[in-house]
């Protein structure tokens, strides 16, 4: 025999595995998020350090060809 007083609660636990996956999803966007301005920053920092390289070669073949 069902019992009909257990299927009183199926609504209210259908909107809590629902807000548990929307929890979830958001939490996986913020981290991919996060993860994606990080290697940003990283890549950032590296062709700045590839930009000031090359200005100091330039500098320096400029000094050589001057001399």
């Given at each position: 025999?069902?019992?009909?007083?257990?299927?009183?609660?199926?609504?209210?636990?259908?909107?809590?595995?629902?807000?548990?996956?929307?929890?979830?999803?958001l939490g996986?966007?913020?981290?991919?998020?996060?993860?994606?301005?990080?290697?940003?920053?990283?890549?950032?920092?590296?062709?700045?350090?590839?930009?000031?390289?090359?200005?100091?070669?330039?500098?320096?073949?400029?000094?050589?060809?001057?001399?």
């Open positions: 025999m069902i019992n009909w007083k257990a299927l009183d609660n199926v609504p209210m636990l259908l909107y809590i595995l629902a807000l548990k996956t929307l929890v979830l999803c996986f966007a913020a981290v991919k998020i996060y993860q994606g301005k990080k290697i940003e920053a990283a890549l950032k920092r590296e062709q700045a350090e590839k930009r000031r390289l090359a200005e100091q070669t330039q500098r320096l073949i400029d000094d050589l060809k001057e001399d």
